[in-house]
């Protein structure tokens, strides 16, 4: 499984980003998708998920209403739309695939956040 994301950059606080996550190489109909992300000096921490099966969708408290988490089954492409950013949203937001208890990871983008 590859994951490729791109959609990072510079924003303003209060702008508007939109992440995207094209996976690659899989071969089943049950995964999920998340969005992670790391701020420098902290840990990792999941942001949003999308189950490929229901599609129900997981957002971490601090971006409830802020960020909304789509995907493409037919492009296997996830997206993270990102709306009213804030500083504290800064960091490398990386894309993960879990199949069957594993999980794969793609190379991060960086987004940051000016105020």
């Known amino acids: 499984v590859q994951l490729q994301a791109s959609g990072g950059g510079l924003v303003q606080a209060g702008g508007s980003l939109r992440l995207s996550c094209v996976a690659s190489?899989?071969?089943?109909?049950?995964?999920?998708i998340g969005w992670f992300r790391q701020a420098p000096g902290k840990e990792r921490e999941g942001v949003s998920c999308?189950?490929?099966?229901?599609?129900?969708?997981y957002h971490v408290d601090s971006v409830k209403g802020r960020f909304t988490i789509s995907s493409d089954d037919a492009k296997k492409t996830v997206n993270l739309q990102m709306n009213s950013l804030k500083v504290e949203d800064t960091g490398v937001y990386y894309c993960?695939?879990?199949?069957?208890?594993?999980?794969?990871w793609g190379r991060g983008t960086l987004v940051t956040v000016s105020s």
């Open positions: 190489g899989l071969s089943f109909d049950e995964y999920a």
């Open positions: 993960s695939a879990t199949v069957l208890a594993t999980t794969f």
């Open positions: 999308i189950r490929s099966d229901d599609g129900n969708t």
